[in-house]
């Protein structure tokens, strides 16, 4: 078991107070929890653990761990540990690299996506490592799979940061080397930064939404007055967000603005989506009733209301120096 990453305790809370400042808001805080690495983990299979449990660890830590203690690298091993992570970071989206999140059909086909594969990475004592698929199983490994998943979240292909190493992957190298079978090499890797990324979570209040469906002839004119309706019932004060689904939502706003530009049209097979976020929770059962309202209290045709509501945390991110957040480990 590998502890060190939570610093909800009152005096780890200080650390994350002191760095975060006037956005640390101590009555509604929660948890705050560091992004440890791979060396605890190492240790710990070295010292013969077959299963390891830790708290917050970085993606690519999970692989880079067993790794490490295979092959016995050290913790300064910059160029190995950044193939590692690497091969990590390749499988941390599990069926994303497999072809997944590539398909695309007519641009970027990929074949039985209904029984897609779970990817394995095979990696080599030098740090490169081979992607494949399960066998059996549909799917896709190609360069094109492998260079969108080694981009994916990557701000800086320069210097992907994690606890472990810094990765630069400007001159690796992408190899097709059989089916569904792909070579990187070539990652190279930097000193560990002195800092690791604290995630600090507070109460962030109740998130509500419900969906009413207009259809036919004058549908896109219904759920228009449903949603006029909604926002001049709640109020100004109540923030709200509302989508008209088959008209204007996924490249929507939550001011609206994008909607009140779009012209009027006769789109007929339309749902209105209402969602708001306040602290208090009995406002957002109110907006919740409205919308349930809307059932028989107009506009015409509306129906399949749906509704709900959780509650939400809300974070902030900030920089820890390492050592004042050692990690552990115990075998149990």
Request: aromatic content about 6%; glycine content about 12%; hydrophobic content about 40%.
């Amino acid at each position: 078991m590998v502890e060190g990453d939570d610093l909800s305790g009152e005096e780890a809370r200080g650390i994350v107070r002191e760095r975060l400042g006037a956005d640390f808001d101590a009555a509604r805080f929660v948890c705050a929890n560091a992004y440890q690495g791979a060396m605890e983990i190492a240790a710990a299979i070295r010292a013969g653990a077959q299963v390891v449990v830790t708290g917050r660890v970085a993606d690519p830590s999970l692989v880079l761990g067993p790794a490490v203690a295979h092959f016995g690298w050290s913790a300064t091993d910059w160029d190995r540990l950044a193939g590692g992570t690497m091969a990590g970071h390749l499988l941390e989206c599990g069926a994303q690299v497999t072809g997944g999140y590539f398909a695309d059909p007519g641009r970027k086909d990929v074949p039985g996506t209904e029984n897609i594969g779970f990817p394995i990475a095979e990696i080599a004592a030098d740090g490169s490592c081979i992607v494949g698929k399960a066998a059996g199983t549909g799917g896709l490994v190609d360069c094109r799979t492998v260079k969108e998943q080694l981009l994916y979240e990557v701000h800086d292909p320069a210097a992907y940061v994690t606890p472990d190493v810094v990765a630069d992957i400007t001159q690796a190298s992408v190899e097709q080397v059989g089916p569904d079978r792909v070579r990187l090499s070539g990652v190279k890797g930097h000193p560990r930064t002195t800092t690791l990324k604290v995630l600090a979570f507070f109460d962030g209040g109740w998130l509500g939404e419900a969906e009413i469906s207009y259809a036919g002839p004058n549908a896109e004119a219904r759920a228009r007055l449903a949603m006029d309706m909604m926002k001049k019932r709640l109020g100004a004060d109540m923030p709200l967000r509302c989508d008209l689904i088959g008209v204007s939502s996924i490249f929507a706003d939550d001011d609206g603005e994008m909607l009140a530009r779009q012209p009027r049209g006769q789109a007929m097979d339309v749902r209105l989506r209402a969602a708001s976020r306040h602290g208090d929770m009995e406002r957002i059962d109110r907006l919740l009733r409205e919308v349930t309202a809307l059932w028989t209290g107009g506009p015409a045709g509306g129906g399949g209301v749906r509704t709900a509501k959780r509650q939400r945390l809300s974070s902030r991110a900030c920089l820890v120096p390492r050592e004042l957040v050692p990690a552990s480990w115990q075998l149990a």
